[in-house]
């Protein structure tokens, strides 16, 4: 198998005028002549280029293409150019590929570009951040606050942090309470205070004109657990154990795997026991969310506790019950495998160079074809459930019919990678 890579994440697509220029990892100089304005690539060191072009472009934006062509696909950079001595400059690490560059005036508004929840969404979970994707980056220097993107309740604001992705594509709101049950949430994001790559406030409104606020108003599901309600399940190892007679291997019980219901994790848990049964309840009828917490497992037998030995994840998964049932099978099954991460997998991110995430070593040494499989991970791009940034990333192989909850069906893999 060829080696996969994912790189995370992507600048947007644009079109539009003026003059071209190129340039690679090699040190040389070039300029393009755009109407009266110069365009041009200077050395900056080893590691970096500076794009110059005269300030009284001032309303022209920069844009780069990795080919030319008759399909050629233009970006806009996210980077704000500086102003220097009359001159606009942006400063780019070099990197080992050609790269093409061209101003352009007739910058489009930038609107919102697709939302989740969407607008109208119903049985929304009351632990899910809001995200605005944007249809070209935001200004470099965007910081979102209170006044500009903010949820309300009744009337009154919810406790959230706001954040902006590395790349500027998209803003995220990290409530950090759960949302009301039942209830309607409205979410606001007001254009007129922030401002886009080019310099021009956000069409949030999507009525062709800068600025304007959105509106996005969607439903959360109930929290209100009914008492004889409940559902019932295993949850096993993803690996199978060897059988005490020699036999076939068998399912592996999972003891002390930590339940808990979405939203009310303090109040409505239980845990797995030695056979890796689990009864919760009582639960809302209906769909609700849930907490498998496997990092609760510990064997010290077998080297597994969270963090500093191999562990099982957490995970969250979406169940139903039948009201007045007590046993309703947890996802249709009864069953759910959680896979063991091995010592290692986890690795640390940097805020400032983008960090290449892979299997550890133990790992491709059983399954050679996983070797040069990797996800990159931007410099400042890993934010926590709360909206902070940094963490620890990894990823994992697990069986495709010993997952968490199954694949739907119709759908077969060969492997499955959890990040």
């Known amino acids: 198998m060829a080696p996969m890579k994912l790189y995370l994440p992507h600048l947007v697509i644009r079109t539009c005028l003026l003059g071209i220029l190129a340039f690679s990892n090699l040190a040389y100089v070039l300029q393009a002549q755009t109407a009266e304005h110069i365009l041009s690539v200077e050395n900056a060191g080893d590691s970096e280029i500076r794009i110059v072009w005269s300030d009284d472009a001032a309303g022209y934006y920069l844009e780069e293409s990795l080919t030319l062509g008759a399909f050629t696909d233009w970006q806009s950079l996210s980077q704000t150019a500086i102003e220097d001595a009359g001159e606009l400059v942006i400063r780019l690490e070099i990197r080992g590929e050609a790269r093409f560059f061209r101003l352009n005036i007739e910058a489009p508004l930038v609107t919102l570009d697709n939302l989740s929840p969407l607008n109208r969404e119903t049985g929304v979970a009351v632990t899910r951040e809001t995200i605005i994707h944007f249809s ?8 979102l606050d209170q006044d500009m993107f903010y949820a309300e309740f009744g009337g009154s604001k919810i406790l959230s942090r706001a954040e902006l992705s590395s790349d500027g594509m998209k803003a995220t709101l990290f409530y950090l309470e759960p949302l009301p ?20 406030f956000v069409d949030a409104d999507g009525d062709g004109n800068p600025g304007g606020q959105a509106a996005i108003a969607f439903n959360t599901l109930s929290l209100s657990p009914l008492p004889g309600t409940g559902v019932a399940g295993h949850v096993f ?11 076939a291997p068998v399912d592996k ?14 109040t409505h848990r239980t845990v797995t026991d030695a056979t890796g049964s689990f009864t919760l309840s009582p639960v809302p009828p209906g769909r609700f969310f849930v907490h498998i917490d496997g990092r609760t497992v510990v064997d010290e037998a077998a080297g597994i506790r969270y963090p500093d030995q191999a562990y099982y994840p957490f995970v ?15 996802g249709g099954t009864g069953t759910v495998y959680l896979p063991l991460i091995t010592v290692g997998t986890l690795q640390a991110t940097s805020m400032t160079e983008d960090t290449m ?30 909206g902070t940034r940094g963490g620890m990333v990894g990823i994992a192989p697990v069986a495709p019919d010993r997952l968490p909850g199954p694949l739907p069906q119709g759908l077969e893999l060969p492997l499955v990678i959890t990040v």
Do not use: C, R, Y
Request: proline share 8%.
């Open 357 to 386: 995430i892979e299997f550890p070593p133990d790992v491709v040494a059983d399954n050679p074809a996983l070797a040069g499989v990797s996800i990159m991970v931007p410099a400042n791009s890993l934010l926590n459930d709360d």
């Open 253 to 266: 019980p999972l003891a002390g795997v930590t339940i808990t219901l979405d939203g009310l994790e303090e």
């Open 316 to 330: 969250g998964k979406a169940w139903e019950a039948v009201a007045g049932v007590m046993d309703t099978p947890v």
């Open 237 to 247: 190892a993803s690996e199978l154990a060897p059988a005490a007679d020699g036999g």
């Open 181 to 200: 049950g039942s209830a309607q949430v409205v979410v606001t994001f007001d254009g007129s205070a922030v401002k886009d790559h080019a310099g021009a």
């Open 136 to 143: 070209a980056p935001l200004s470099s220097d965007t910081t």
